[in-house]
């Protein structure tokens, strides 16, 4: 019987366009419930998908600082998350959540709306 190796899932190397890096992001700001370290390390995934050292550059860090920043252990300043987010070439929303019947209500007021008259 053949012996059996397992090595360490990195999702980094399963990061190769700039689509599944932002669905990976989205989705981990679905799973964070609020955890900024587990989307600081999120980010850094998609730096070293990408290449770390591309990324500082673009983001204008060091390779080190920018590891430091995205390692989990620091909480790095918002410009710093919008430097990097901007080097990844990705962009953040706001999104309010979907009210259900909200959309049937406004499309009520719409079609109650007096009509004007005529002059």
């Known amino acids: 019987m053949g012996r059996t190796t397992t090595t360490r899932f990195d999702i980094a190397e399963h990061l190769r366009t700039p689509e599944e890096m932002a669905a990976y992001l989205e989705a981990c700001f679905e799973e964070a419930q609020?955890?900024?370290?587990?989307?600081?390390?999120?980010?850094?995934?998609?730096?070293?998908?990408?290449?770390m050292a591309q990324?500082?550059?673009?983001?204008?860090?060091?390779?080190?600082?920018?590891?430091?920043?995205?390692?989990g252990e620091r909480s790095p300043g918002f410009d710093t998350i919008l430097r990097v987010v901007g080097a990844l070439g990705l962009k953040l929303h706001a999104q309010a959540p979907q009210?259900?019947?909200?959309?049937?209500?406004?499309?009520?007021?719409?079609?109650?709306?007096?009509?004007p008259r005529a002059a």
């Open 99 to 115: 009210k259900p019947g909200l959309r049937r209500s406004i499309t009520r007021t719409r079609a109650r709306a007096p009509k």
């Open 34 to 51: 609020g955890d900024a370290t587990f989307i600081t390390k999120a980010l850094g995934d998609i730096a070293r998908a990408k290449g």
């Open 55 to 71: 990324v500082a550059r673009d983001a204008g860090l060091s390779r080190e600082s920018l590891y430091k920043a995205l390692s």
